[in-house]
């Protein structure tokens, strides 16, 4: 193709014949053209090389790259390093994606200054929502906001910290990511992770953008001091749930902690930028729903490990400690501090995560 594309669509192959056709279809007769839809095969052993290699030949906007298998991290980084596009986006080869996807995802760059007390600039991101493909025909959506809201919404990042359910923002898909920004960062997928690298590279990202507003006065910035955002109301991404084992359920309870981490580190970064002192209640409120996040993702992890029992005693009380310090309410480390170390000492699961709930969850 001719000229530098508006979208870059980076496709990680990995033994994925069975799926890739309706994929790539989905990509290629999008109603949106202007695009460059790169497919990273990652050392297939089965008929995805073959199948890549008709693409090329039938769409210009085909492009490939081949390489030794590394997972998905490092086939998102090679897409990368050959994008072109002024945007970036991410689809799963065993995904799929309607008509108008890419078109609601661009309505999002429009967004800027339609709203009231919107900013006259563009989001640093977009991001959209999911359809969870279960087998069997059953379809859920993925809910973006944790309140009952619908339609399209301008955020900062601190506010989609804030307003949004985390889960679906901790993966590359349904988002478009500015490449001048990935590349000026240096942002990319971790070589060092094998589970929640995806994570890393989506926060690693956002604390880019923030950083740079907090060392400049770009007018990228909203009123609390951080870059804007795009929230589409848009479930045209379909997530396709196999019913073979996932790349989550083989993860070790060590991995899921260390993914946990990383994630509130990044976020914490994000949440210590400089911003104007109106801002604080709603810092507050990103930090509430990053620790929840957080913890019910350590409590994951301890759960993981019912089943395995990989984690050591002294590891098991930490996580427990690392919940109790974030997220624990002041009055209530005041009247109950034994019951963590009682419970996390003695590995008593289900009168824990009975008590977390009810005090920790909104519904």
């Keep these: 193709m001719n000229g530098e594309p508006f979208i870059s669509v980076i496709v990680p192959v990995y033994n994925s014949a069975d799926t890739l056709c309706d994929c790539?279809?989905?990509?290629?007769?999008?109603?949106?053209?202007?695009?460059?839809?790169?497919?990273?095969?990652d050392g297939s052993?089965?008929?995805?090389?073959?199948?890549?290699?008709?693409?090329?030949?039938?769409?210009s906007r085909v492009r490939f790259i081949n390489g030794e298998h590394l997972g998905p991290g490092a086939a998102r980084n090679r897409g990368l390093d050959m994008a072109s596009g002024r945007w970036v986006t991410f689809i799963?080869?065993?995904?799929?994606?309607?008509?108008?996807?890419?078109?609601?995802?661009?309505?999002?760059?429009?967004?800027?200054?339609?709203?009231?007390?919107?900013?006259?600039?563009?989001?640093?991101?977009?991001?959209?929502?999911?359809?969870?493909?279960?087998?069997?025909?059953e379809r859920?959506?993925?809910?973006?906001?944790?309140?009952?809201?619908?339609?399209?919404?301008?955020?900062?990042?601190?506010?989609?910290?804030?307003?949004?359910?985390?889960y679906p923002l901790t993966g590359p898909v349904c988002k478009l990511f500015r490449r001048e920004s990935i590349d000026a960062g240096a942002v990319r997928f971790p070589s060092d992770m094998n589970f929640g690298e995806d994570t890393a590279f989506v926060f690693s990202y956002l604390l880019y953008c923030c950083s740079r507003m907090d060392s400049t006065d770009s007018t990228d910035s909203g009123s609390d001091g951080f870059p804007t955002v795009a929230v589409v109301s848009s479930w045209r991404y379909h997530y396709v749930k196999a019913e073979t084992e996932s790349l989550t359920s083989k993860a070790s309870p060590h991995d899921w902690i260390r993914a946990y981490k990383r994630?509130?580190?990044?976020?914490?970064g994000i949440l210590s930028v400089k911003s104007p002192r109106s801002a604080s209640g709603l810092k507050d409120a990103a930090r509430s729903n990053v620790e929840s996040?957080?913890?019910?993702?350590?409590?994951?992890?301890?759960?993981?490990?019912?089943?395995?029992?990989?984690?050591?005693?002294?590891?098991?009380?930490?996580?427990?400690?690392?919940?109790?310090?974030?997220?624990?309410?002041?009055i209530f480390r005041k009247k109950m501090p034994w019951f963590f170390s009682t419970f996390g000492s003695f590995h008593i699961w289900?009168?824990?995560?009975?008590?977390?709930?009810?005090?920790?969850r909104k519904k």
Aim: charged content about 35%; proline content about 2%; some cysteine.
């Design 24 to 41: 790539v279809e989905s990509v290629l007769k999008a109603d949106f053209k202007d695009l460059e839809l790169i497919l990273v095969d």
């Design 45 to 59: 052993e089965d008929e995805s090389l073959e199948i890549i290699a008709e693409y090329c030949e039938m769409d």
């Design 350 to 360: 289900r009168p824990y995560e009975w008590l977390h709930r009810l005090v920790y």
């Design 92 to 137: 799963d080869s065993d995904d799929y994606v309607e008509a108008d996807y890419f078109s609601r995802l661009i309505d999002g760059l429009d967004m800027a200054g339609q709203e009231e007390n919107a900013v006259e600039n563009e989001p640093v991101m977009v991001v959209c929502g999911y359809t969870l493909d279960l087998h069997g025909g």
């Design 293 to 330: 996040h957080f913890a019910d993702g350590i409590l994951s992890a301890l759960n993981l490990d019912r089943g395995s029992r990989t984690l050591s005693r002294k590891e098991r009380h930490e996580c427990y400690e690392l919940i109790y310090l974030l997220t624990s309410p002041e």
């Design 140 to 166: 859920r959506k993925a809910r973006i906001f944790r309140e009952d809201e619908d339609g399209d919404r301008l955020l900062t990042v601190c506010g989609m910290l804030a307003k949004c359910n985390l």
């Design 263 to 268: 994630f509130y580190e990044l976020t914490d």
